[in-house]
């Protein structure tokens, strides 16, 4: 199973980002749940959001409002779009995916994205 | 959910025992508590979920234990690869998946 993501590299203040994370080798069906996290330059790990099997999807609260993530073809890809982007939103972008059922998981993810928010 | 790792940083040498905390400010099934491992420069890795069950690609000196608000992960000798960033996260759908704010093991 590989995941790669794709899309801008630099994204100017107030604009819209919109990433792409194309899965190779597995349904998208097969998923515990699909993923998105970044991580701020020397900082930690944060949860963007996650969609699960089911479809549903859940955001972190403290960027709820400017997030969504879809599936965006059947089996292939899942995206996240972030509104209104600030410098704040400079991170390594990583997409992953929690494979399997609760009782048994396996993880994959992406090589990550640099996105840097600048004008 | 609000879960602090602790120490902030775990100085200690190879052969050793390293022990990491994650406390959680509400209770937390230990079915969707999770463990991964972040070397520099590489994306996080699954270590261990449900709070206890390794995966398949785990070595068995990692365990983790724990319920309700406290939960451990346990390196039982560190080997050279072992020294990196360990963050703890909740999942689960309406769970969320947050993220503690990590512990960094370093070579002493």
């Known amino acids: 199973v590989q995941l790669q993501e794709s899309g801008p590299r630099l994204v100017k203040p107030s604009d819209s980002l919109t990433l792409k994370c194309t899965v190779s080798?597995?349904?998208?069906?097969?998923?515990?749940?699909w993923g998105w996290i970044r991580q701020p330059p020397g900082k930690g790990l944060e949860w963007i959001g996650s969609?699960?099997?089911?479809?549903?999807?859940y955001y972190n609260p403290s960027l709820e409002s400017r997030v969504t993530i879809s599936v965006d073809s059947p089996n292939t890809e899942f995206s996240l779009t972030l509104s209104s982007v600030t410098a704040a939103d400079t991170a390594v972008y990583y997409c992953?995916?929690?494979?399997?059922?609760?009782?048994?998981?396996?993880?994959?993810w992406g090589q990550g994205i640099l996105v840097t928010v600048s004008s | 959910i609000v879960l602090t790792q602790s120490p902030g940083t775990l100085s200690l040498s190879p052969g050793e025992r390293a022990t990491l905390s994650c406390r959680a400010s509400?209770?937390?099934?230990?079915?969707?508590l999770a463990w991964y491992q972040q070397r520099r420069g590489q994306a996080p890795r699954l270590l261990i979920y449900?709070?206890?069950t390794r995966t398949s690609a785990t070595p068995d000196r990692f365990s983790g234990s724990g319920s309700g608000t406290d939960f451990t992960l346990t390196i039982s000798r560190l080997e050279p690869e072992d020294f990196a960033v360990y963050y703890c996260?909740?999942?689960?759908?309406?769970?969320?998946?947050?993220f503690g704010q990590g512990t960094k093991v370093e070579m002493k």
């Open positions: 080798d597995t349904p998208l069906s097969r998923a515990f749940y």
């Open positions: 992953a995916g929690i494979l399997g059922t609760a009782a048994h998981l396996e993880d994959f």
């Open positions: 996260q909740q999942y689960g759908s309406s769970k969320g998946g947050m």
């Open positions: 509400q209770s937390v099934s230990s079915d969707y």
């Open positions: 449900a709070a206890s």
């Open positions: 969609i699960y099997h089911s479809g549903n999807s």
